[in-house]
């Protein structure tokens, strides 16, 4: 929820800490608060690094078979001066490296309508507006009631549509 005043963004931060079920996360953003860059939903560099590894989990692996299975398929001699065991293995780790860079290169190719959204808030951040972030417990729905009666200047939900 973006706000213009401090004070409006109390009431409603009380109104909801008070709320029953209690939501998993409220968190005030703006000046003299917390940082917009130390939550990570609203960091799309945080979420960048966090897919980057991810996807590092399974290209690494990946490129290291690739690599093995490829300097024996094609009996190239790219490494002959390390010998024959060791020149597999060496294709391996450019496989490897490979699938090392294709984890950065797919982790920046990923772009979502989220991002657009978060660039909003961001934008109304920089203009000196205060940030409410809210997140409900899975399975829990949000107080959209005491939602409105704050009088937000928006409301953008994230995560689904």
């Given amino acids: 929820m973006v706000f213009r005043q401090r ?15 209690a939501l998993s996360r409220l968190v005030c953003i703006g000046k003299d ?23 590092a989990i399974w290209l690494v ?3 290291f078979l690739a690599g093995l299975t490829f300097t024996y398929i094609t ?3 790219t490494f002959a001066v390390a010998g024959a065991w060791s ?4 294709g391996g780790v450019a496989g490897m490296i490979s699938g090392w860079m294709g984890s950065f290169a797919a982790a920046a190719s990923v772009s979502s309508s989220e991002d657009d959204r ?9 203009e000196g507006n205060w ?13 959209w ?17």
């Fill in 131 to 143: 940030l409410l972030f809210a997140e409900t417990a899975p399975g829990a729905e949000m107080p």
């Fill in 61 to 63: 692996p990946f490129g």
């Fill in 33 to 55: 608060a917390t940082p917009i860059h130390a939550v990570t939903d609203l960091n799309p560099a945080a979420k960048r690094q966090l897919r980057q590894r991810r996807m």
């Fill in 7 to 21: 004070d409006q963004l109390e009431a409603l931060r009380q109104t909801l800490a008070a709320q029953q079920p």
């Fill in 87 to 90: 020149q597999h293995l060496l």
């Fill in 118 to 126: 978060i660039r909003g808030l961001r934008n109304r951040f920089e």
């Fill in 145 to 161: 009631a005491a939602l409105q009666q704050a009088k937000a200047l928006a409301v953008v939900r994230l995560g689904d549509s």
């Fill in 75 to 77: 009996d190239l001699d």
